[in-house]
Nanobody, 124 residues
Framework: QGQLVESGGGLVQAGGSLRLSCAAS????????MGWFRQAPGKEREFVAG????????YYGGFVKGRFTISRDDAKNTVYLEMNSLKPEDTAVYYC?????????????????WGQGTQVTVSS
């Protein structure tokens, strides 16, 4: 069964940084595109960042504006989201997801497996 476990969330001041990690079971990680989404209270889940199966191609939501970096370590079956210059509006539950595709996907329904989420809170 596919399994994704996020970690690294927490409370940080505006302008600070956090690094999220997502450990995946090999069968859903190897050769698949991976993504990060987030959901704030009362809002829909939105795409944050994605990487293709190789890690050579990445794509970000428009609000990221160079502040976040997604990467993957295939030896560890782990995908990361490095977040810098955090803003209060970045406060949300962040979810890791695995697609059945090899290329980057940006829609929620294009991902087959989801983690439980990790809370990120940015104080002003």
């Amino acid at each position: 069964q596919g399994q994704l476990v996020e970690s690294g969330g927490g409370l940080v001041q505006a302008g600070g940084s956090l690094r999220l990690s997502c450990a995946a079971s090999r069968q859903i990680f190897s050769g698949q595109a991976m993504g990060w989404f987030r959901q704030a209270p009362g809002k829909e889940r939105e795409f944050v960042a994605g990487t293709d199966w190789s890690g050579q191609s990445t794509y970000y939501g428009g609000f990221v504006k160079g502040r976040f970096t997604i990467s993957r370590d295939d030896a560890k079956n782990t995908v990361y989201l490095e977040m810098n210059s955090l803003k209060p509006e970045d406060t949300a539950v962040y979810y890791c997801a695995a697609s059945l595709a090899r290329v980057i996907r940006t829609e929620v329904d294009e991902y087959a497996y989801w983690g439980q989420g990790t809370q990120v809170t940015v104080s002003s």
